[in-house]
């Protein structure tokens, strides 16, 4: 009977699977197809006009492009080391394939997790680092890799390198032809995770973090974190590669994972397209056909293509970067849709269904911050109830934008407690305290540029989420997708409260100035908090914007909300605020009901 | 319209086939691939590739006839850019265009003889000596024309000991002055009181000052230098610019033009040095050697060191050429005897046919010896006025003549 329940559940599960994939088939994905077959059968229809063993190189190359594509595509982050992580899966292979009997993939996946603990030592060292400083550290260590590798001759194999025995893969001769479609199926298996990541929490927040930091900070995603798992995740993709590579040639070769390496595989993922799963290995390919050209160069000048493949390299990718990142694969969508505009997506969204509110009292205690010898905030206590909008207002400098970070985690307190409900927050990280039910929106109306309005949001409501780590998400499971489905409703859900459900699914750049004030109000909301911090969402509004908005804080605190709010517009204060406290020099000079109660 | 197309189709694939039928019976090719490092060691390669080509050309001049069926020897050149990985990938491509021989500076041999060996492939080292790169028992594939790092080794043991001197061994940290090092280790093992100290050499570092201060600390009378050119000219300007005239010994880097460039300024400091390397002319006599010279630059010209000698270019003679020149002869010579192109029958010929050599001696290979150059073809030769002659003071060496080096 057991058994039966079970077979039925797997079966309703797997069809629900089958209908989510139909439903979020595309174009794309088509092409992705075709592109997938296309080269699977490539060795037999190029019938020797590229060698099998060229052709399974460009595979795990490739491989290697889409595990980095990970970092570069998902997180934002220019890394460089993706050469010494694949080289360090290739030395590791190699030294377990020589010293014990185990299986060739076996000894791949000891190359591939050896490389994720580098990978991670990495993304832990640049982990809150920006973006120019990640690629200098990364270079580093593809660096250091590369002298390790030539001062340790035990280690590299010296000149000769270090010869590793042939071993069946997947029970079959491990010809170059084998190494090929395991390399093929390897990155269309990768490239399809890149996709299931990127429409995932995962990939939504490491895009937020990439786009505003402190946006997204302020939503509580976890930066360092994410980042750290990207660099992890895309340091394993790579030691695979090197892990199987160093099957494929018979030799781990010192000289071949250096940093002309690392940056040819930037210089894939880029030129390909970084965000697009097959970018990268489409950038392998116009690698392969600059090798072309530049032994026809070579051959012109009467001098070795080596001279003239990494200038040639530099010169795509300088073209790229100075066409404002217009890579083949996004370009060629870009192309397609003009002809075949992407038909709308059937909305899942009709159940708009908010989240069960959190009834919490916010207490702060004798808060103090001094900068040196300025004292930003001295004493100030304060108390956000359910159902209340508390305003604070003051002069510029009297330390109301402080009070705020303090409250959310992103400044710590040199003295005072905060207090949600029962549990004291006073230590805990603005990612933590929005779990708690603390949230914040800034001043500048920051937004993530490249997300649509339903993505802002869902954003917001990956803090909720129980089942949507890394690989429930790479697998896509049952409860996965019905957090999902609930997670899409309050997202949904959130934008109605701020008036954009409409806008769903337009791209956040083009909301105005006060649309993405409440999207980002809307994101907040989406993390189910208790207490909302707001940080003068009336500024620069226009008059029908500031009506919208206060038709907003009122449905909030009839929610039950608790809302503090900063604003140096006193007739919107007027409007929405149930209390009023006003800062000065720090302290709190007044505390006072609402004149207008 | 369209039965003319299908009829001239047909006939031009009927004079493909009749072309093709004829020009097998009569002339077939003997493919000899060139795995060198064209563009990181353009001096190595091109001696290799040099040497390999001005075989072919001159047995392509006669007629290479073997098993009733003419040969003409056709030479690819592929870049190993020392790398072993790309040095599998180019003896993968000389296997699938069906070579009948791979000729290596020995980059990645460690790795492509089992390949090149599934199918008969004999690999010809012509530069690295390291040992265990040849073995005939484990490699029956694997061939040397070159000095040995043991046989330079044991040759500068054998010459220096005598004189009494306290060595200092200095290594640089390169693959090549690493595997000088374990060399000079084993020849020097029994004869701990002639080292006076034993040094590495930091291949990057601009001034070797430290390290040759360490060894004349040491109480060191002699240098013995295995480095790659550059450390060696640092390691020159070291001891020289610190007043110390300390005789100077090393290996085949010793004629690099490098060195010679690099102290174009003070030629008073390349006097003396002393290098060992393969000797250029044999028993007998310079003939040959002066035969094959000059074939060599009629055909690529001369190699210019750079400098001048008494107001005269000086030029570097093709020494290293002449070892990928006589396996190619040594390998029509195999093809002579197994009487075809069939590898199993050329690998086992290459074991039992010997030639004249270059420079006069007697090249040949058997079952248990797969090395080219014995350790009494190493000679010693000293600099004066940036040319060299053999020295006079070793048995092996103060027979032969000097040569010619100014234009």
Redesign the interface.
Known sequence: MSAQATAVRTGTAVREAVATARQSWTDSATAAGVAVGLAVIAPFVLG?LI?N??LA?GAYLALAATGLGLCVGLAGVPSLAQGAFVGTGAFVAAHVLRDTQLPAELCALIGAIAAAGLGTAAGFAVRSLDSVRVAVGTWLLTWLVALALG?L?WLS?????L?VPTRRLFGLNPT?LVHYELGVVLTGLCALGLVALRRGPFGLDLAAASQHRGAAAALGVPMERLRVAAFAASAFVGGLAGGLAVQL???A?P??YGPLLSFELLVAVLVGGAAAAFGPSVGVIVLGLISLAARALGALAGV????FQPMLEALLLLAVLTTGGYAFVPAAIRAARRFRPAPPRASRRTAAAAPPSRRETLRAHDLAKHFGAVSAVDGVSLELQPRTVTALVGPNGSGKTTVLRLLSGALPPDDGAIYLGRQELTSLTTAERVRAGLVRTLQSRPFFGELSVFEHALVGTNRTRRYGGTVRTLVSTPLFRAENRIAEAHAFAALETVGLAREADRPASELTGSGRERLMIAAALATNPAVLLVDEPSAGAAPEDLELLKAIFTRLKTDGLAILLVEHNLAFVRAVADQVLALELGRVASREPNPRL | MRATATVLVALSLVAAGCGHSSSASKQQTILVVVDAP??QSPYIGNTIGNGVRLAAEQLNAQTLSAGGANYRLRVLRL?N??????A??DT??AL?EHATAIVTDG?????TW??ANSKHIPICIAYQG?GG?VNPQTRPNVFRIAPTDHGLAFRLAEYLVPKRLKIALLAD?S??G??GKAALADAFRTLPKSVAARITLPSSASDLAPQVLQARRSGATALLVWAQAPALAKTIVAARSAGWSVPIYTTPAGEDPFVRQQLADHPSWVDGLTFASGRMTAELGPAPWATFEAAYETAFGTTNVGVKSHGRRVIAPPDYAMYPYDFVNLLAAAVQQAKGTNPAKVLAALNQVSTHGANGDERGFNERNHEGVVDDDVYFARFSHMVFRPVRDDPLSSTLPQINQVR
């Open positions: 020797g060698a063993d060229s190189s001062a001759p194999g010296g000149a000769q390198g010869v170059p040639d018979i030799v070769d000289t071949a070795s293509a080596s001279r | 064209f563009s870049d850019a020392l790398s072993p990985a790309k599998v990938a993968r491509r699938r980059t990645g041999v460690d790795a089992r390949l390291g790169l940290d693959d090549y690493q595997e």
